[in-house]
Each structure stands twice: as C-alpha cells, then as structure tokens.
C-alpha cells in the first residue's frame, strides 16, 4: 500500500514562515509528478504548487512568490517552504503523487493554522 505521510504543520502568526513535509517510498518519488493541496475550513480543497519528476515547478496565484516546493530525492522528500504566512493561509495541506497513467495517491494532511 502506498503511504505518504505529511509533517510540519502548526500554529504561526502572521507574517511567518513553516515547512511542511511529505515523504513516501522512492518506488513513488522517483516516478511521480508531486503536489500540495490544501482545503480553508468550509471549502474546496485547492492546488497550490506542483514539481514534476524533471523538477519544473507551479504555483497558484495565491501563493506565488511566497511558497516554494522543493523535493529531496536522496530522502525521498517533498517540501513545502512557507514564507509571509497569511490568515487565509489557514488549511489543511495534503500532498499528491500522481502519475501519466493516472494514479493518485494522497497523504492525509497536516493542519496549518495562521494567526492575525
């Protein structure tokens, strides 16, 4: 079973920074494009970046400039490096490796929540 599994998440003020986590088996990272969503409390879950197995990188409008996400394959790690953290930040962030065929696989989620 394909696990990936999120760490980081935690209460920051506004204006700060946190980095999420996202590891998996290297059969996954090696071979799969990789992807933070997040879900604000009542809505839609959103992308918010994605890297590809090549390392070309995307953002949302809402975060560029602010949000990166790196990946570490000698850990098989994804990363999600969270700068000038605003309320609306405020989510629960999930990774997603998914590949050309189709498959999905989603972590669980970590929260973050973001004072003002």
């Known amino acids: 079973q394909v696990q990936l599994v999120e760490s980081g998440g935690g209460l920051v003020q506004s204006g700060g920074s946190l980095r999420l986590s996202c590891t998996t088996a290297g059969s996954i990272f090696n071979f799969y494009n990789m992807h933070w969503y997040r879900q604000p409390p009542g809505k839609e879950r959103e992308l918010v970046a994605q890297?590809?197995?090549?390392?070309?990188?995307t953002y949302s409008d809402a975060v560029k400039g602010r949000f990166i996400i790196p990946r570490e394959s000698a850990k098989n790690t994804l990363y999600l490096q969270m700068t000038d953290l605003k309320p609306e930040d405020t989510c629960v962030y999930s990774c997603?490796?998914?590949?050309?065929?189709?498959?999905?696989?989603w972590g669980p989620g970590t929260r973050v929540f973001v004072s003002g």
């Open positions: 997603m490796a998914a590949n050309l065929a189709g498959f999905r696989y």
């Open positions: 890297i590809t197995v090549g390392g070309g990188a």
